[in-house]
């Protein structure tokens, strides 16, 4: 009894990490260039379970020795555990805002603006910048936006403050190239990685490189100038997931009581009975 406790609160503690996990997602669905985080679940060590016991004798009043005799009765499971968290890449849509300095990424879902960060160079999707008073491109917590040369991109000061309020004077090509009043002052940086999975999300939606994840120019992506990319959360599928997570909460919830009621019960009036 008490190894199908534990193989309950296996589960539902599964169950609420599921359910944490898609209510972020849910939390995000607004956020910029957020990338949802799958939850990927596989079955906790299971044991073969075997009836052990010993056949008499075949000859009727032959002391024969008996035959010890192992019968496999079937698998036994010890419930269930994350087995990964990875994040879906899957790029999001795109939304029109006229801002000549909110960019987006399209063609290519490996591929990633690059920043410099306090923490170091990082990646991110989120192409909402501004240009401080100094002209140096930033994303909205203040980190550089770099160029193909690994410097900030850097834009002339009076140009720069004019299109904070939306007005032209800068363009930014398809390829990255930064241009500013005809004058081409860089390319944006844009770097793709052969494995995503090697990725990992630090906040602020950037991501930081763990293991090998290859980066390298990216190739078919097109910068969009005027466009931001929204979260690839989806909310239809979200609900329906939360709402399959509480039910499945609910289930091994009502397993653990009812197992406890049972032991209670073996302990109270089995004990007793003579």
């Not at 032209?168 to 990685?193: A, E, K, M, R, Y």
């Amino acid at each position: 009894m008490v190894r199908g406790l534990y193989t309950s609160a296996s589960g539902a503690l599964v169950a609420q990490s599921t359910a944490d996990n898609i209510a972020s997602n849910l939390a995000n669905v607004n956020t910029t260039g957020f990338k949802q985080t799958l939850m990927q679940i596989e079955a906790a060590p299971s044991f073969n379970i075997f009836r052990i016991q010993t056949d008499p004798g075949q000859v009727h009043n032959n002391p024969l020795p008996g035959v010890p005799v192992a019968q496999y009765v079937g698998p036994l499971g010890t419930g269930s555990l994350i087995h990964d968290t990875p994040t879906s890449f899957e790029e999001g849509p795109l939304q029109a805002t006229g801002n000549p300095f909110d960019l987006a990424l399209s063609g290519n879902s490996s591929a990633f603006f690059t920043v410099q960060t306090p923490n170091g160079v990082r990646y991110t999707r989120n192409g909402e910048f501004v240009a401080d008073s100094q002209g140096v491109l930033r994303t909205q917590d203040g980190d550089a936006v770099l160029s193909t040369t690994g410097q900030p991109i850097q834009l002339s000061l009076g140009v720069a403050a004019a299109n904070t309020q939306g007005q032209p004077g800068v363009t930014i090509g398809t390829d990255g190239t930064v241009t500013q009043n005809g004058i081409s002052v860089g390319q944006l940086q844009i770097t793709q990685f052969a494995s995503t999975l090697n990725l990992r999300p630090e906040g602020a939606n950037n991501f930081a490189i763990s293991g090998n994840a290859g980066p390298g120019p990216a190739t078919g992506v097109s910068v969009q100038q005027g466009f931001l990319e929204k979260s690839n959360a989806n909310v239809i599928r979200s609900m329906v997931d939360l709402i399959t997570a509480e039910r499945w909460f609910d289930a091994n919830e009502k397993s653990i009581k009812t197992q406890d009621d049972a032991t209670n019960q073996a302990i109270t009036q089995v004990a007793k009975t003579q």
